[in-house]
Structure formats: structure tokens, C-alpha cells
């Protein structure tokens, strides 16, 4: 089935916003086994829409059209769809009806001119929008099924997750269970795990589980795809893979599916009613940024201390004279952390110090990283030198404190070798 | 003059990358004054190339192509862009020449693949890629005029800035001089700066300044476009629009062209030898994430400290028993600000307090934000209510004590109402 996407609006004509809704949709598209062919982006122009309809008309099965069902002069989708599709435009009741009711329901008297959202190609299918008052819809123009989503993107998102992708996996004839299992891991290169994870497609012989990655530095997620013929089915192929994969990924598997690195660390404190302060050079703070906002952080995330030179560090933590490391060590972030813990009265601290090399940025520029994790009963720590410059060396260092954390919290080793790492 | 742009490459049609490089696009020609009509995607294949580079030949006076000039065997691009033009392709001695003391001038031998990145469509005009191996090319397919860049963000920037956009100029007969000046500021909307700015485009009356906008909340940026027969004549044409957009806005810009609000801040810190120490609430330390990390910065920026709990951030700067405030006042960021400045032994500490709303997080979600400024010889503070969902508070709060920081350190009035506040 070749399905094509056209973007509409002259701010993603004009580069004003940047189209991640096409990115969005094409990954979906992906992660259950269909692929965009082709992609379009037209401005809010009568004549470059109606073009851009009737080319993907004669080419594709399947169109996603984005963008242009506001209620505003500019939002031209519904016209041009109608005059492609040689219907006329015409009132639905029923989304009238569910327009007044949403303004109602908001105490608010809906403004006349969201009348036009109601206005659709006469015979089109209603896709419905739980969340907004642009109205999606189906419709065919050419030889190919159109399917008409809103720009803003949680409505685009709840919209082709719940309503387009099912119609477009039922007419590719594709098996209707699909299901996308993903790893996050730090400390492995692609192609690293792609050599440790040779085979394991094969343990489902029929073809149905295929493997995939996306390296976002310093996380990469492997994907697996499995289609069935119900969610048991998917279920019972996925199992042996999954578990395969958890042995060979072993200690380096952070979370799995939509959870993150920090949320994993969160939910390891809570569970334990443990709390957490932290100790950052270098990094600007970054890692108490990924974790101090999360709904549930309030409660354990007790403070957090960035600054430049160690003696600084060490002074905000209440170290002085002949307590207070001279240079960044192991032994110095084991006495930084304990004293943070001891300061904050803390369960936990991580402290990351980060000795950086000196001149200019480059791809050869690198810094020592020592960090350690403070308990009542033991500091734990480790040394890694990472290079690739003054950003891959700050990325690398908040995201190793936090691995180290998860590893400490979980009971696995806290010194693992990493691909990043030099030695 | 109708331009199109063609992006290619299977990552991008899948989106396992986001198009930045159109968005960059479009809005570096925006900036010129020119326009992209048509942006079409396709991915690494043959005939979606070529049927792409036809219809764009069709339509267009001038299209520029993106990606698909590496070495490997899925790039398409000089293959394709011969075939269109109904010309073979040659290797182009004067490139691989180039290619060869690339390598030389790094202690390599050049890969013989390559090679490939030599073979250019006969009659091609080269376009210089002073900074990778990719060869830009120019070359007539159809009606059209087709520039070919490289995929990689960095080698795009220099080649469309130095050598299409004056080739593009020079086709499109607009005048050869064009400058972009931009104007940062936070605090007032931007159909607010719409209608301070009424009119200002008219003291140049012949038309060659132009007003635009771009929002990304909390900063707007205004952007005056100006032509001209050289620049000589575009200086003088920019300066009573400069000067009068000056004095409209005031105090509420923060910075203009290439200058951010953080760097200004920091200028104007390193210039009186000053340094620096931040508190933070609930921001999770954006604020110090802002600023630490810039080149600098190290000689500056002396300590920040993150908390969610006032008490904690009152155990942070040594506030104990009834010197540290209960709650979230003006006095009590007073406090705060003063004891870390004192602590850290800074000229000045700024200090974010926020008072959160209670409940879910929704679009009338709100806090009350204190700060605070705290010199050697006086504190200023100011109170202040934002509303629209926590994240919107959380960035607003980081926005407004930086720029209040700005305002001291420019000694101008702290406390100016913004759109953004409630009142």
C-alpha cells in the first residue's frame, strides 16, 4: 500500500515551526509495519493544495492530509478536499451539535465563525476528535482513501493512534495485532548490540518479529515489531525474544517501553521512601533538570548543587580547610557525596565531578568523570574518561551519574565497561 | 520567482530524523526575501528521486535539493539529478583533487568510494563545499535551475548562505543588498509589539523594510528586513526604523541580532568582574542550565542550588530557626538571595522562588513567583503571578529572573508589567 502525507500551512512552508508532526506520523506509520512513500508541504495557497491533492490522488492509496481545519480564513482543507473530491461542502449536524456542546461545556457561547469547522465534503466518513473542534474526516479524491487531521499535535497524535491507523492497517490487509516492544539502554554502541543480539529474530521462525534501533546519544532503543493474528498471538511470539533480549542486554537494559532512565531512579527512591540530593560540576545541573520536575519528585528530591571549580562544590556542602579535596579523584567524590548526604539529610547523594582537559573544543577534547553514590551505610564510586568534545563529554557524564544510580538501586555492579569510555 | 526544495533520504522519509534542515531552509530565504512555494520528501530511491526532480523541473525557476551526496551506494543524488537532465555523468578532476588533500591534510587515505562523490552531472557547475566531501552542484533540469547541497546541517548552512542565496538573489533581480536585524524581548505579546510598532515600516516609504515576528514563548523575536542597492544604502535605510524600534520597545529588549539574554547577562557580569550564585524552585534548575555552561561562564558563575521545599533551599544558604522564612514572600526571596550571596561570596545572587497552585496540572494551573537580587549594597525583588499549566509557569519563572538580572545589571526598573502576569 503507498501511502503519502501532505503538511499544509505557511508556517511549516516558511520554516517557523519545524515539522515534527511529520516525523511523529511517519515513525508511527513505521512502528506498525507501513511506510510513507512520499511527503508534500504545501502553504495555505487554493491552487498549491488542490495540486498537492490531485497528484498524491493519482499516485497513492492512502493520503494523511495535516493542518488547515481551523476555524480562521487561511484553514483551507475541507474546500479543497470538496472541489478535488467534485462534491460540495455540507453542514454535519453532528459535529455542530458536538462543537456547541464542547463550548458549553467550557461556559463559553461558540464563536460563529467555528460554523466552518462543521462544513464537510459531502459523503465523508467523520473521524472523530475527543479533544478539539477541528473535525477530522475521510474521503476519497483520485484513486486513493483521504484521511484529514488536525495540526495541533495531541490532537493529530490521539487522532491517528486511535482512529487512522487501524483504518489504514485494515485496508493494507495487513494482520490486525501489532505491537512494538522497545529496550533503552547507555553504555552500548548500534552496532554493538546489533552484533549481541544476532538471531534473535530467528527464534520466531515465520518472519513476524523484526528488529530495530534508533541512537539517540547516549541512549539507544531496540525496537521489536511483532505482528500476529490477535494480541495472544503477539503476545506468545514476543516472549521468547523479549526474554532473550533482556539476557543478552543484560544490566545495560535502563527501562522498557515509555519509561525513562530518571522515572526508573524515582520509582527505585520511592518505593524504598528513599531521598535523593545531588552534586554536579561541569554538566550546568542538568541532571537534577532531568529529575527534580517529575510529578512524585517533590517527595524525594531533597537539593541540588551545580557549580564550577571543586572548591565551590566543596564549600556548598560544608567541607573546608583540611576536609576538603584538592583535586577531582574518586576518594574526592566519595567525601563530596557523603558530606551532601549528611548535609541534606538525604538517603541517597550522587555527586559528579568532571575533570575536563584543557584548550579549545574539539572532537578530541574529553574530560575525567568520577562520581559516587552516598548511603548511610557505603559510598560506592567509579572513574571513566569519555572524549568527543565539550557537549558529547556533558551528555555523556549526566547520563552515566544516572545509569550509576539506577545500577546502585537495582543491586547491579555500578563499574560496567561502556563502549563510550576510554581506557 | 517560484522556488521549491526537495529533501531526500530514507531517514528523514521515516522520520527517524527531524527536517531541521528545511525549516532552516525556508527561513534563511524568509530572511532574504525570498520564498519557498513546494517542499516535496522522498526517500533514497530511484524513481521517487526522478519523478520528484521532473515535476519540480515542471514548476519551478529555481529548486534546491538536500542530501544524497555521500559516498555510499544509497546516495542518489548527482545519479538521478545526470539522468533527469539527460546528461552523463564525469568526474570532475578539479573535486577529486579537492577530496584527495582533504584526506592528505588530515593523515588519511581517501576511501575509493569516495570517488563517487566526484562523479558530477556533465556541464554541472560546482558549488564549493569548503568544510566536507560532500560537492555541491548546480545544473538545469526542465525550466528549473537545481542546486544540490549536502545533508550534513553544518556543510548546508555554509554552502546555501555563501553560494546559493547570492546566486538566488542574483536570478531573482531583487536588489543584491539585504540585511536581517533582529530584536529579542520578553514580556509582551506579540500582536502587543504589533501594535507598539505601528507604522515604523513606513519611514522608510518606499517599501524596502519589512516587519515580521517570530514567537517562541517566553521571547519574541522582531525581525526587520531591509533592502537595498548596497550596504551603504541599507544602513541608512535601517537606521531611523532601528533607532524608533529602540525607543518602542525600551526596556523590554533583552538582546539583538546573534546576542541571548544569558549572554548579555554574562557580559555584563564578566565586564564589572562580577560573579554570581543562583537559587532555584521547582525550575529544576534551569536557570544555572542557562547559564553555567557558556564559554566564560567558569570565571562568573559561582554556585547554584535547586530545591523543591523552601526549607530545604533555606538549609542550602545556612538560614536556620527563625531566620529562614516560613513562606514564599518578597522578603523571603530577599532573604534567600542575600544569605547565598553572602555564602557563596558572590557580587550578586539571584533567587527564583516559586509558590506553586495545588492540583492538576491544566492550562488555569498557576504560580507566584518571588525573586529576588541581591548586591553588596541592595535588594531588589519582585512579585509576580503567571497562569498556563506548569510547564508555561516553569518557563516563565526562568525567563523572568533572568531577564530581571539583565534589567539590574543594565540599571533599569526591575518591576515592569508584562502580558504574561496576572494581575
Chains 1, 2 share one sequence.
Not at 40 to 51: A, I, K, M, N
Not at 152 to 160: A, G, I, T, Y
Not at 265 to 281: D, F, K, M, Y
Request: hydrophobic content about 40%; glycine content about 10%.
Amino acid at each position: 500500500m503507498r501511502i503519502e502525507v501532505i503538511c499544509t500551512g505557511d508556517e511549516v512552508l516558511t520554516g517557523k515551526i519545524v515539522n515534527t508532526n511529520f516525523s511523529y506520523m511517519a515513525q508511527k506509520l513505521e512502528d506498525v509495519g507501513l511506510s510513507v512513500q512520499w511527503e508534500t508541504t504545501v502553504g495555505d495557497d487554493r491552487e498549491s493544495l488542490l495540486q498537492a491533492f490531485r497528484l498524491a490522488g493519482e499516485r497513492a492509496d492512502a493520503v494523511i492530509v495535516n493542518g488547515g481545519l481551523g476555524p480562521t480564513i487561511d484553514d483551507l482543507s475541507q474546500e479543497i478536499a470538496a472541489q478535488a473530491a467534485g462534491v460540495e461542502l455540507v453542514l454535519s449536524d453532528d459535529w455542530l451539535t458536538r462543537m456547541e456542546a464542547f463550548f458549553r461545556k467550557r461556559s463559553r457561547v461558540m464563536p460563529p465563525n467555528n460554523r466552518k469547522q462543521a462544513m464537510l465534503p459531502a459523503a465523508a466518513e467523520l473521524i472523530d476528535n475527543p479533544i478539539g473542534t477541528a473535525c477530522g474526516f475521510a474521503v476519497d479524491i483520485g484513486k486513493a482513501r483521504f484521511f484529514f487531521t488536525p495540526g495541533v499535535p495531541r490532537e493529530l497524535k490521539r487522532m491517528l493512534e486511535e482512529q487512522i491507523i487501524p483504518r489504514l492497517l485494515a485496508r493494507s490487509g495487513l494482520q490486525t495485532a501489532i505491537h512494538l516492544k522497545r529496550f533503552h539502554s547507555y553504555g552500548l554502541g548500534e552496532s554493538h548490540v546489533d552484533a549481541l543480539l544476532t538471531g534473535v529474530e530467528a527464534l520466531v521462525p515465520d518472519g513476524s518479529v523484526k528488529l530495530g534501533f534508533r541512537a539517540h546519544y547516549p541512549q539507544l532503543e531496540t525496537k521489536l515489531t511483532v505482528r500476529g493474528t490477535d494480541l495472544d498471538d503477539v503476545k506468545k511470539k514476543l516472549q521468547p525474544v523479549e526474554r532473550e533480549v533482556r539476557t543478552r542486554l543484560g544490566n545495560f537494559i535502563l527501562a522498557e517501553d515509555d519509561q525513562t532512565l530518571e522515572g526508573v531512579v524515582l520509582g527505585a527512591l520511592t518505593s524504598r521512601q528513599g531521598s535523593l540530593s545531588v552534586i554536579e560540576t561541569f554538566t550546568s545541573g542538568q541532571i537534577a533538570a532531568r529529575f527534580a520536575h517529575l510529578p512524585g519528585a517533590e517527595k524525594v528530591f531533597r537539593r541540588g548543587v551545580v557549580a564550577r571549580e571543586l572548591s565551590e562544590v566543596c564549600a556548598a556542602v560544608g567541607l573546608n580547610g583540611a576536609s576538603a579535596p584538592g583535586s577531582i579523584t574518586r576518594e574526592a567524590a566519595e567525601i563530596v557525596a557523603s558530606a551532601a548526604r549528611r548535609q541534606a539529610g538525604s538517603t541517597h547523594a550522587l555527586a559528579v565531578l568532571i575533570d575536563l582537559d584543557d584548550g579549545p573544543d574539539r572532537i578530541e577534547f574529553g574530560g575525567t568523570i568520577c562520581l559516587a553514590i552516598a548511603t548511610d551505610r557505603e559510598v560506592t564510586s567509579r572513574r571513566s574518561r569519555i572524549v568527543g568534545g565539550r557537549e558529547w563529554v556533558r551528555l555523556g557524564a549526566v547520563e552515566m551519574g544516572l545509569d550509576c544510580l539506577r545500577r546502585h538501586l537495582q543491586g547491579l555492579p555500578v563499574v560496567e565497561r561502556i563502549d563510550f569510555e576510554k581506557v
